[in-house]
Each structure stands twice: as C-alpha cells, then as structure tokens.
C-alpha cells in the first residue's frame, strides 16, 4: 500500500464539535470555531492526520434552505481554519433527512449519520484508511458512523446528547469534554503523546 493510500484522517463533526452549534445556521458570518480548535488540529496536524468534516445538513430536507448555501459555509470554515494553519482535506453534507419535505432530499440515505456512508465516500476520494482513522462528534450518531465505517472514536461530551440511546455501535473509544482533550486523547492512544509529561487541561 502507497503512503498515500495509507493516510490517517480525523473526520470532524461540524456543528458543536468544530464549530459553535447554531440550529440550521447557513450564515456564514455566524460561523466560530469552538475554543481551542486551532491548537487541537494543530496537535493532530503534526501527527501526520488529515482533516475531514462530515456533517448532516437536513435543513435542505426540511425546505429551510437549499444545498447551495452549504458551499458559502464550506468556503467559510477552510477560511477560519487556514487562519489557524489546518488545511482541510474535504467537506462532506448529507442534505437528506426522511421526515424532510422536500422532494429529493426526503428519503432514507446512507449518508446520513449514523451511517456511514460520508465517511466511505471521503475514503474513497481521498484513499483514506478507516481502520487507522477517527471521528470526532458531540453525539451518539456521530460515534456510530465512526464505528460503522472502521474508526476509533471519541464523542465530545459538551451537552450535544442528549437521548444516550445506547448500543455497541454507540460505544465510543475515548470520551472527552473538549475538542482539545479529545486530539490529546488520539495522540496518547497513537503513542504520541505521554500523559506523564503533558497532562489534559484540568475540567
């Protein structure tokens, strides 16, 4: 296998895991990375990870905006991350949402979190290697798409859940209560970081 088809990713949650969570917000303008993000992905970035965003956008779905104002978004959060020296790899949406109202978008889909099927298609595109990858996300959902597709996880525990509708698939590797916590929490699991030396910020 190519280093290149052997690339590590973390794939991100959007809404409450990299960015303040805003319900259905498409403004650009609102959009604000959750503290410490830089410093995170900065950690992950020297670890020789590529950065992946998934997110589920059933706004489309739900007739509150169309997929066209997902690419302002998309061009906002390279912006805001450049700023902080992250390159993003790729941006996946899924539009759909099955109590949706609009026709196209109001089906069952496999990309919809919990499934997996952004994060197939990311590996895809970009040869990446899910059993050496991670997602990060501040819900259950999240965890089970990471487990669905091959990869460690981590749920950031910030109040985003709030079902706790529990299974095996639902089980994440780490839990954190930040997003720094949880790029520190991969590294130690990597053997890149020794806890003994750099402890996690205190909660």
């Not at 303008?29 to 998934?54: K, T, Y």
């Not at 690419?71 to 390159?87: F, H, K, Q, S």
Request: hydrophobic content about 40%; aromatic content about 6%; proline content about 5%.
């Amino acid at each position: 296998m190519s280093d290149q088809a052997a690339r590590r990713a973390v794939f991100l949650d959007k809404d409450g895991t990299l960015v303040e969570d805003v319900p259905y917000n498409v403004d650009p303008e609102r959009l604000r990375l959750v503290p410490g993000a830089g410093e995170a992905l900065r950690l992950l970035r020297d670890a020789g990870f590529a950065f992946v965003v998934v997110s589920n956008q059933s706004g489309v779905a739900r007739g509150l905006y169309d997929e066209a104002a997902l690419d302002p978004v998309r061009r906002r959060l390279e912006e805001l991350l450049a700023g902080e020296g992250i390159d993003l790899t790729d941006v996946y949406f899924c539009p759909h949402h099955p109590h949706g109202v609009r026709r196209g978008y109001a089906v069952e889909c496999l990309c919809r979190k919990p499934m997996p099927g952004l994060l197939h298609r990311a590996a895809q595109e970009h040869e990446i290697d899910l059993e050496r990858s991670w997602l990060i996300g501040d819900i259950l959902d999240d965890v089970e798409a990471g487990v669905r597709a091959g990869c460690r996880t981590v749920l950031v525990d910030n109040g985003g859940e709030t079902e706790w509708r529990m299974s095996e698939l639902r089980l994440p590797h780490h839990v954190a209560v930040s997003l720094q916590e949880a790029a520190r929490l991969i590294l130690e699991d990597e053997h890149v970081l020794d806890w003994r030396r750099r402890p996690v910020a205190a909660r």
